[in-house]
Protein backbone atom coordinates (compact mmCIF):
# COMPACT_ATOMS: atom_id res chain seq x y z
CA UNK A 1 0.00 0.00 0.00
CA UNK A 2 1.16 3.21 -1.11
CA UNK A 3 -0.07 6.82 0.25
CA UNK A 4 0.97 10.13 -1.30
CA UNK A 5 -0.31 13.57 -0.15
CA UNK A 6 0.32 16.84 -2.34
CA UNK A 7 -1.17 19.97 -1.95
CA UNK A 8 0.70 21.31 1.36
CA UNK A 9 1.28 25.38 0.96
CA UNK A 10 1.82 28.64 2.32
CA UNK A 11 -1.76 30.31 2.76
CA UNK A 12 -3.21 33.39 4.31
CA UNK A 13 -5.53 33.18 7.15
CA UNK A 14 -9.19 33.16 5.99
CA UNK A 15 -7.98 31.22 2.91
CA UNK A 16 -8.73 27.50 1.17
CA UNK A 17 -6.44 24.87 0.39
CA UNK A 18 -7.29 20.98 -0.84
CA UNK A 19 -5.25 18.12 -0.41
CA UNK A 20 -5.21 14.99 -2.08
CA UNK A 21 -4.26 11.72 -1.15
CA UNK A 22 -3.86 9.16 -3.86
CA UNK A 23 -3.76 5.37 -2.99
CA UNK A 24 -2.57 2.48 -4.66
CA UNK A 25 -2.01 -1.53 -3.86
CA UNK A 26 -5.76 -1.85 -1.67
CA UNK A 27 -8.88 -1.85 -2.69
CA UNK A 28 -9.71 1.60 -1.87
CA UNK A 29 -13.30 1.67 -1.65
CA UNK A 30 -13.74 -0.91 1.06
CA UNK A 31 -10.76 0.92 3.15
CA UNK A 32 -11.38 3.85 5.71
CA UNK A 33 -9.45 6.81 5.05
CA UNK A 34 -8.07 9.52 7.37
CA UNK A 35 -6.38 12.98 7.80
CA UNK A 36 -3.93 13.75 10.58
CA UNK A 37 -1.69 16.63 11.28
CA UNK A 38 1.05 17.44 13.40
CA UNK A 39 2.56 20.46 14.43
CA UNK A 40 6.05 21.06 15.72
CA UNK A 41 6.59 19.44 19.42
CA UNK A 42 3.09 18.57 19.59
CA UNK A 43 1.17 14.63 19.30
CA UNK A 44 -0.27 13.35 15.57
CA UNK A 45 -4.28 14.80 15.70
CA UNK A 46 -7.18 13.48 14.42
CA UNK A 47 -9.09 16.00 11.67
CA UNK A 48 -11.05 13.84 10.15
CA UNK A 49 -11.92 10.63 8.64
CA UNK A 50 -14.36 8.99 5.93
CA UNK A 51 -15.30 5.52 6.35
CA UNK A 52 -16.17 3.21 2.82
CA UNK A 53 -19.64 3.23 3.67
CA UNK A 54 -19.56 7.46 3.10
CA UNK A 55 -19.91 8.67 6.77
CA UNK A 56 -17.42 11.09 7.75
CA UNK A 57 -16.53 12.37 11.19
CA UNK A 58 -14.64 15.63 11.85
CA UNK A 59 -12.41 16.85 14.74
CA UNK A 60 -14.14 19.87 16.95
CA UNK A 61 -11.53 22.20 15.97
CA UNK A 62 -11.97 21.94 12.40
CA UNK A 63 -15.89 21.48 12.29
CA UNK A 64 -17.46 23.40 9.76
CA UNK A 65 -14.39 24.29 7.64
CA UNK A 66 -12.84 21.50 6.96
CA UNK A 67 -14.70 18.10 4.23
CA UNK A 68 -13.40 15.42 3.47
CA UNK A 69 -14.23 13.40 0.37
CA UNK A 70 -13.26 10.25 -1.54
CA UNK A 71 -13.01 9.49 -5.29
CA UNK A 72 -13.65 5.80 -5.42
CA UNK A 73 -12.65 5.67 -9.30
CA UNK A 74 -9.19 7.20 -8.90
CA UNK A 75 -8.63 5.84 -5.51
CA UNK A 76 -7.86 9.46 -3.90
CA UNK A 77 -9.44 11.14 -0.58
CA UNK A 78 -9.04 14.82 0.03
CA UNK A 79 -9.20 17.42 2.31
CA UNK A 80 -11.15 20.77 1.47
CA UNK A 81 -9.81 23.28 3.87
CA UNK A 82 -11.79 26.67 4.29
CA UNK A 83 -11.43 29.46 6.68
CA UNK A 84 -7.78 28.31 7.56
CA UNK A 85 -6.36 29.29 10.80
CA UNK A 86 -2.89 29.98 11.79
CA UNK A 87 -3.08 26.98 14.14
CA UNK A 88 -4.31 24.54 11.34
CA UNK A 89 -0.41 24.88 10.73
CA UNK A 90 1.04 21.39 10.69
CA UNK A 91 2.07 18.50 8.58
CA UNK A 92 -1.02 16.59 7.34
CA UNK A 93 -1.13 13.33 6.84
CA UNK A 94 -3.32 10.60 4.85
CA UNK A 95 -3.88 6.94 6.55
CA UNK A 96 -5.83 4.09 5.59
CA UNK A 97 -6.54 1.09 7.19
CA UNK A 98 -8.78 -1.79 5.66
CA UNK A 99 -11.08 -2.14 9.11
CA UNK A 100 -14.05 -0.57 9.32
CA UNK A 101 -13.17 -0.08 13.24
CA UNK A 102 -10.86 2.64 13.49
CA UNK A 103 -11.55 6.14 14.54
CA UNK A 104 -9.70 8.93 15.65
CA UNK A 105 -6.81 6.99 17.55
CA UNK A 106 -3.75 7.29 14.88
CA UNK A 107 -2.10 3.98 16.65
CA UNK A 108 -5.09 1.95 14.77
CA UNK A 109 -3.74 2.63 11.28
CA UNK A 110 -1.50 0.73 9.36
CA UNK A 111 -0.74 2.90 6.32
CA UNK A 112 0.58 6.34 5.98
CA UNK A 113 1.73 8.75 3.38
CA UNK A 114 4.65 10.82 3.93
CA UNK A 115 2.40 14.09 4.54
CA UNK A 116 2.38 17.36 3.30
CA UNK A 117 2.97 20.77 5.10
CA UNK A 118 0.57 22.93 5.13
CA UNK A 119 1.64 26.71 6.71
CA UNK A 120 -1.22 29.38 7.86
CA UNK A 121 0.24 33.18 7.34
CA UNK A 122 -0.02 36.29 6.52
Known amino acids: VQLVESGGDLVQPGGSLRLSCAAS????????MAWFRQAPGKEREFVGI???????LYADSVKGRFTIFRDNAKNTVFLQMNSVKPEDTAVYYC?????????????????WGQGTQVTVSS
Open 95 to 111: AAEPSSYVGANFRAYRY
Open 25 to 32: GLTFSSYT
Open 50 to 56: SWSGGRT
